[in-house]
């Protein structure tokens, strides 16, 4: 009789404080030939870090086995579709990380004098450029570290203009099927924010934009396509009325991989948007890494952009500071570098006219979801979406099964849950974005699994409410986690 044992490799990985024995060490150096100094002495004691108490002390071969084991826990994209919507996580071609690895960017230190950073300074330069053109505006900023960073400095850039003609003013609307970031990011910037209702076609309301625009409103924060999916057909409209009042067009690019190489928000009326790198140019994100939330903005707003700014002096790049009207910094040194380079990298293997096709595919994946799986989701709204689809869990909810239900019993199919409960306006909101990287045989077994989930629903309701059961920890108390988050290993905790 065969009894199936658990391997060493697969019971749950102890913390590294619970592996610590006192004395080993990950490495070893050579006896000092110097004499030695007390660091506490020489740097200032308040410049030296006391042990922490119980900090772990193991070997190299332990630490990397801890971190890999931990690793093939995880759920990544080169392992499969992750349709988490408003996230584009789409895989990320390895040309870019051959491209990021080479001598000269990888080592690349913002200390190094302008003189020998030409290369790097130039890579900023056309990326800066190619991003002027995607996007149809006059000029990018890319110091940003991530969306709402962008965004941040996005309304500061507004702020900034308001302010030099007189008047900051106090508002931004913001549609209530907004990013949760949106009004934090106006609210940061010092701005009440105002929700705007979405009409029935979950498109923004003209009437109501007509309505409350007034001479208090700063701006309007818009994503586009909005976080349903639909592309915002007035958006030419909501501009001039926008304008017409002395505000401005602030555009949440998140949803840009539905207009690449087709169509130009610049063209469109707004005035400053930002990019999210990490999604739609390719560059890996999740877990906190770093990102990039470039700003794009009109020739009016340039003056405003952070410092310093690339100028081109002779045959040379240098680092412009001296800009009166500039909101100053907004992140240490130039940007996350190894991002920029991926996303330039990207840019340049596709070209414009594979930019375009990437874009077209991103559509059609989310649309061959859309229609396969209508026969078995709610579908709140109609109107036609673009790079993502947003179903809700109507119909399963009468049998006491939820959008968190259906997403973690999709883990037991060996797929990545999609975005839970956003947006908003959507109760119960399963948020589907396969982005272009999925092939047809991939985005069929996707398929096939919410349909045979669908299915579970009818057949044994509490079968979904209990997964998943093919992972190590099935549910957690998430409301626990998040009240009382245990931060710091304690011995005995
Ligand atoms: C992801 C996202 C953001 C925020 O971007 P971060 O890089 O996570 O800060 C903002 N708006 C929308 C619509 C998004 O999808």
Aim: hydrophobic content about 40%.
């Amino acid at each position: 009789m065969i009894k199936k044992v658990r391997s060493h490799i697969s019971q749950n990985e102890p913390l590294l404080f619970e592996r610590s024995s006192p004395g080993k060490r990950a490495y070893q150096l050579p006896e000092l030939d110097v004499p030695a100094v007390d660091p506490a002495v020489e740097l200032g004691a308040g410049n030296v870090r006391a042990e922490i108490d119980g900090f772990p002390e193991i070997s190299e071969v332990e630490a990397i086995r801890h971190f890999t084991r931990l690793s093939t826990w995880n759920y990544a994209i080169d392992y499969g579709m992750y349709p988490l919507g408003s996230c584009t996580m789409k895989y990320n071609p390895r040309v870019n990380e051959l491209v990021a690895k080479i001598e000269g960017m990888a080592w690349a230190h913002p200390y190094q004098p302008e003189s020998l950073s030409q290369g790097s300074m130039e890579v900023m330069a056309r990326l800066e450029s190619a991003l002027a053109e995607i996007t149809g505006l006059h000029a990018v900023s890319l110091q940003p570290a991530a969306g709402a960073h962008g965004e941040m400095a996005g309304i500061l850039l507004i702020r900034a203009l308001l302010e030099k003609r007189g008047n900051p003013r106090k508002k931004v609307l913001i549609p209530d099927s907004a990013h949760g970031t949106n009004p934090a990011s106006a609210a940061i910037a010092g701005y009440a924010v105002e929700n705007i209702p979405s009409n029935e076609a979950g498109l923004l309301d003209l009437a109501a934009l007509e309505r409350i625009v007034d001479g208090d409103v700063a701006a309007l924060m818009v994503t586009n396509p909005n976080t349903l999916g639909v592309f915002e057909q007035n958006i030419v409209e909501a501009a001039r009325i926008l304008h017409s009042k002395g505000a401005m067009l602030y555009m949440d690019g998140a949803n840009m991989n539905a207009l690449v190489g087709i169509a130009r928000p610049g063209d469109f009326g707004v005035d400053v948007l930002h990019l999210n790198l990490h999604k739609t140019f390719s560059t890996p994100h999740g877990g906190g890494g770093p990102g990039a939330g470039p700003v794009a903005v009109t020739k009016e707003l340039e003056p405003f952009l952070p410092i310093p700014r690339l100028k081109r002096s002779g045959k040379k790049w240098a680092w412009d500071y001296n800009r009166k009207q500039s909101i100053g910094r907004v992140r240490a040194f130039y940007g996350n570098f190894g991002v920029l380079v991926r996303a330039l990298a990207y840019i340049l293997a596709h070209g414009g006219p594979g930019l375009r096709n990437a874009t077209v595919d991103a559509v059609l994946n989310a649309n061959y979801i859309r229609k396969s799986l209508e026969p078995y989701y709610d579908l709140p709204y109609a109107s036609p979406n673009m790079h993502e689809v947003v179903f809700s869990d109507a119909r399963q909810e009468k049998s006491g099964v939820r959008t968190g239900d259906i997403a973690k019993r999709l883990i037991d199919y060996g797929f990545h849950p999609y975005t839970v409960s956003f947006p908003l306006i959507v109760h119960g909101a399963l948020m589907i974005e396969p982005t272009e990287t999925e092939g047809k045989m991939e985005l069929d077994s996707f398929i096939d699994a919410m349909t045979s989930i669908a299915k579970e629903v009818e057949d044994d309701p509490q079968l979904v409410k209990n997964a998943p059961y093919s992972v190590r920890t099935s549910r957690v108390d998430e409301v626990a986690a998040a009240r009382k988050p245990v931060l710091r290993w304690k011995p005995g905790n």
